[in-house]
């Protein structure tokens, strides 16, 4: 019946144990003041349920109440443990006799664990439990002997110590495995909150980069589209996701990004590349990519990471930097030029006013030529540095109706006929008169220039926005095709045989120093258009 009555005890000890611990990895954990009070007090609680479940044995009463005291002073330390020992001796003093035995064996054992406590502090909470039962089978057994306590029983007292030790046993275990357990949740907690953490911030900066960012699985599907392609391309993700790549690359572009990203796969090596993304609305941009493989633990390439950035503005302003180069360089060169023509241009010049003098039947046209021929190759002498201008308000439309007479001549033996068309009698800017006369001499030289049969020539005047005038020249002409159409205003670009290229690029410049722009579009042997925008004088 021993037996039973023992495991009954273990049964109701490991409960008692257990309630506690599950009831605490349910709630949140969070460390109570006072937790080394509470507990020896819910120890001193069992070890009271433990006494009274106690059973006698020719009159001596036992029971497993050192196990949670044994326990208590393992985990707890002295000080909780002399609170349940109390607990539980009071409890056996009022339930049963033989106090003597009792109070002296508790006396002893106190002692003997708050010193073994003392010494084991280094070593592990169940290491100490240990050593605390292998110190309480000593002064058991001492009490044995001293008070005579069935003696010759040595199989009741082996029983009684073996269900102590399974008592401790087991409570140290219910108690190392939750607070294993325990360890185990907070550190995921921890990982999970650094997870959260890390996601949330490459999240951050994947959605708020303007630049690209594209995954490529191994086979070179892209598995990742940064939310910033929304607002750069006009493409959803989704609707990117469930197309090919390549038909968003322009199609000069693609053999080059293939061979790439085969590159990538074979050596494993980061690689930088340029293409050109087609947007929603469909024109193409141009993007600077870096490729970055990601191994996998094989030592293959797992993915690839394509951070794409936008470089058309970057492009644009090369282009005005090399354009701005050539210009210096054209400037120079037209200087020199310029300056070889005056000198004899002054002498004939001179000659020509002399002989006026003396016949005064020379032609007054011819000496004017010679002056504006003089005023050009002054104005080419200036090109190169920055000129002082003489800005005056004007009518435009007189400078082009002045040209258009200069031009008339050589328009009627070309058969070409000048149309000019206004919606309002007067359109003052303020500019420089002989540079913009010589920008639209230029323009509809060009014009009839490639009107070889001859044909009408368009000018229109308009207004723009409100501050703002719009010149366009349209010809008849053979047109330019669409892929020269961005040479146009580069120096010494010209198709033609006796041309110099020098034209448009003096025409360019000229109107930015009007703070105005000036536009061609083309169609091959259909015409051109060019539209000058000018901003307009109050
Ligand atoms: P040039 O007239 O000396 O050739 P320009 O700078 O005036 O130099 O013009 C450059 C080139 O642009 C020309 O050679 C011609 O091919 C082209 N171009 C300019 N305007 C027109 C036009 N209205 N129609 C056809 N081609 C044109
Ligand atoms: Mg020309």
């Known amino acids: 019946m021993i037996l039973l009555d023992y495991i009954v005890n273990l049964a109701i000890f490991s409960l008692l144990v257990s309630t506690p ?63 349940t020992g109390l607990i539980s001796l009071l409890t ?22 708050s010193v073994i406590y003392f010494y084991t502090k280094r070593l592990t909470a169940i290491k100490r439990s ?28 082996i029983q009684y110590i073996l269900f102590v030790m399974l008592g401790v046993i087991i409570g ?10 325990h360890r185990l949740n907070t550190r995921l907690t921890d990982i999970y909150r650094m997870v959260e953490a890390s996601e949330s911030k ?31 391309l006009g493409f959803q993700c989704c609707e990117l996701e469930s197309l090919e790549l390549c038909k968003f690359i322009h199609p000069d572009d693609v053999k080059g990004f293939r061979s790439t990203i085969k590159l ?39 993915n690839i990471v394509i951070i794409s950035r936008d470089i058309s503005e970057r492009k644009q302003a090369e282009e005005i930097l090399l354009r701005s180069e050539k210009l210096s360089i054209v400037g120079e060169l037209a200087a020199g030029v310029a300056h070889e023509i005056r000198n004899p ?19 007054e046209l011819l000496l004017n030529e010679l ?27 007189e400078i082009i109706e002045g040209t258009l007479e200069l031009l008339a001549p050589e328009a009627l033996m070309s058969n070409i006929q000048f149309k000019l068309d206004y919606e309002e009698p007067s359109y003052f800017i303020t500019c420089e008169r002989n540079q913009l006369k010589q920008v639209f001499l230029n323009l509809l030289k060009n014009a009839m220039e490639a009107m070889k049969d001859g044909g009408e020539i368009q000018i229109n005047l308009r207004r723009g926005s409100e501050d703002e005038c719009i010149i366009s020249v349209q010809d008849q002409g053979c047109g330019i095709p669409e892929e020269l159409l961005p040479r146009l205003g580069e120096p010494f670009y010209t198709l033609k045989e006796k041309g110099t290229g020098l034209g448009l690029m003096i025409s360019h410049k000229i109107i930015k120093q009007h703070q105005g722009s000036i536009t061609f579009t083309s169609k091959e042997n259909a015409g051109t258009k060019v539209e000058i925008k000018l901003p307009t004088a109050s």
């Open 21 to 83: 611990l599950v009831i605490f990895s349910f709630i949140k954990f969070r460390p109570i003041k006072l937790i080394r009070l509470w507990s020896s007090l819910y120890a001193g609680v069992v070890s009271v349920i433990l006494v009274l479940l106690s059973f006698q044995q020719q009159g001596y009463s036992y029971d497993i109440r050192y196990a949670p005291i044994i326990l208590i002073f393992a985990y707890l330390g002295p000080a909780a443990g002399l609170i």
């Open 92 to 113: 056996r003093l009022l339930t049963s006799g033989h106090w003597y035995p009792a109070i002296i064996g508790w006396g002893f054992l106190m002692i003997g664990f």
């Open 130 to 157: 240990f050593i605390l039962f292998a110190a309480y089978i000593v002064i058991y057994g001492i009490t044995v002997f001293t008070f005579n306590i069935l003696v010759d029983n040595p199989i009741f007292h």
């Open 172 to 181: 140290a275990l219910l108690i190392e495995s939750y607070m294993k357990l």
């Open 202 to 232: 490459y999240r951050l900066i994947a959605e708020n980069t303007s630049d690209l960012i594209m995954v490529m699985d191994e086979k070179q599907a892209v598995s990742y589209f940064s939310p910033s392609h929304e607002i750069v």
């Open 264 to 302: 990538m796969f074979d050596n494993k090596e980061s690689q930088s590349m340029e293409f050109r993304l087609k947007h929603k609305e469909g024109h193409w941009i141009e993007f600077e990519s870096r490729c970055v493989p990601v191994k996998r633990e094989n030592e293959l390439i797992g």
């Open 345 to 363: 241009l002054t002498t004939l010049k001179g000659f020509m006013q002399l002989y006026k003098k003396e016949n005064s039947s020379i032609d």
């Open 371 to 397: 002056g504006r021929i003089e005023t050009i190759t002054s104005q080419l002498l200036t090109l190169g540095k920055p000129q002082a201008m003489q800005l005056i308000r004007t009518n435009i439309l």
